[in-house]
Structures are given as structure tokens and as C-alpha cells.
């Protein structure tokens, strides 16, 4: 079974950045997308950045040109930089993989990211 553990979570200052970085374990991730998703107190979870198996990325519009996702395969791993956070952008942060033709799916605990002052 795979296993996804987020890190790198913090308090940063607006304006500041941080780098999150989910580590797979128990499998390869190369066939599955790869998403970030985050959710805020009294808000749904949603979809932050999304980096395909073919390689193509997409994020949400609140965040385009601040946040980065990439993926080293031989690694396993998945990293989103983040940088000129916001307020807004307080949220647990949770990593995603899902192999929709086998409906595959896994998720990790979640990191925590707050931006204060």
C-alpha cells in the first residue's frame, strides 16, 4: 500500500514562501497524477496545483504565479513551492495521487500552513 507524507508546513509572514514536499512510499507514483489540495476552517477542500502523469500542470487561479508544483519520479516525490503567500492562503495543506483508470487513489495527513503576522 502506498503511504503519503507531507512536510515542510510552518507559520511564514505574508509575503513570505515556503516549500511543501509529499514522499511516497510502498510503490511508484509514476502512472498517477499528482495534486495539492488544501482546506480552510469552514471551507471545502480544494484543488491547488495539479501536476499529470503526462507531465502537464494546472493550478487554481488564486494562486497562479505565486505557486509552483514539480515531481522528481526517480524520487517519488512531489514538491509545491509557494511563494508571496497570502493570509489567504492559511489552509491544511493535504498531497494527492489518483490512477483514475484502476480508480486508485490516496491521500496523505495533511501539513499545516499559516501565514500571519
Known amino acids: 500500500q502506498v503511504q503519503l507524507v507531507e512536510s515542510g508546513g510552518g507559520l511564514v509572514q505574508p509575503g513570505g514562501s515556503l516549500k511543501l514536499s509529499c514522499a511516497a512510499s510502498?510503490?511508484?507514483?509514476?502512472?498517477?497524477?499528482m495534486g495539492w489540495y488544501r482546506q480552510a476552517p469552514g471551507m471545502q477542500r480544494e484543488l491547488v496545483a495539479l501536476f499529470s502523469s503526462g507531465g502537464t500542470t494546472r493550478y487554481a487561479d488564486s494562486v497562479k504565479g505565486r505557486f509552483t508544483v514539480s515531481r522528481d519520479s526517480d524520487k517519488n516525490t512531489v514538491l509545491l513551492q509557494m511563494n508571496n503567500l497570502k493570509v489567504e492562503d492559511t489552509a491544511v495543506y493535504y498531497c494527492n495521487a489518483q490512477w483514475r483508470l484502476f480508480r486508485s487513489e490516496f491521500w496523505g495527513q495533511g501539513t499545516q500552513v499559516t501565514v500571519s503576522s
Open positions: 510502498g510503490g511508484s507514483l509514476r502512472n498517477y497524477d
